[in-house]
């Protein structure tokens, strides 16, 4: 077990590391990549560059510093965190137990638009598999997603039905070695999705070419989990789809922390780094009282 796992290795999760590193925490970044700030070619309004800056190099940059200090890094996409005493970071390679977690993965980056889905919000359409599983005994449900986070919701749903269909809404699936092995107790439709129908309470997924199939419920868990779907499995408060947190980063939840992107704040590299310093002295005060 580590003092702190921060999951993302954005400039909220970096700034994060190097504090309660430098405190003396055991600390474990764990990210499946760097997200859409990497890609941006032309950075000119953070401070300490006199040069145009890529995000590719101020976030390369910032690892480096990261690992000097003592920071270690895993590369796993994170689908789910539970508690039972200390905190479990699953992860489709493994998982993590920490004292302590820093959410810094962002604000989802991929939303899903499709007819029927907000009318159903609800009365169906459900975004949390251990929240609303056991409404669904028996039944036969959906799931639409084509990643390892949308097998890994599936999954927990087998406890209550055996009858679950993954849809992918015509993508292809990006999921690895375990994810296929969990694949083969579920049934998998690739057809791209017009809607959801149905009258009171959901009742069918539409598809673009003019079929549907009938389910009693639908799961979203569209493109990667973000800090949102982790929140709503371990109760933490949101608000206008972002994280509530106080100053330092403290959800309602003890141990656990969020920063940058996914708290709802002004999306800039500099606001990143300075909530990411806010949360790594929270939670380095946080873990040093535990251990007294």
Known sequence: MVDVVIIGKGPAGISSSLYTVRGNLSTLVVAKDFGGLYKTDKIDNYYGFPETITGKELMDNGVKQAKRLGVEFAEDEIVDITYDGSFNVIGNRGTYKAMAVILAVGQPGRKLSLKGIK??????????????????????????????????????????????????????????EQSKDIL???????????????????????????????????????????????????????????????????????????CGDCTGTFKQISVAVGQGAMAGKAVLDYVKKLKK
């Open 184 to 258: 083969q107790q579920l049934k998998v439709n690739n057809k791209p999705i017009a809607g959801i129908g149905g009258g009171d309470y959901v009742e069918e997924v539409e598809f673009t070419d003019g079929t549907s199939e009938s389910v009693g419920g639908v799961f979203i868990a569209y493109g990667s989990a973000s800090a949102l779907s982790f929140a709503l499995k371990m109760g933490v408060l949101t608000e206008n789809n972002a994280v509530v947190v106080d100053k330092d980063g403290s959800t309602n939840i003890p141990g656990l922390f969020a």
């Open 119 to 176: 009318d159903f919000e609800g009365k169906g359409i459900s975004y949390c598999s251990t929240c609303d599983g056991f409404f669904y005994r028996d039944k036969k449900v959906g799931v639409i997603g084509y990643t390892d986070f949308a097998v890994h919701e599936a999954s927990e749903l087998l406890t209550y039905t055996k009858d679950i269909t993954l849809f992918t809404n015509g993508r292809d699936l990006e999921i690895d």
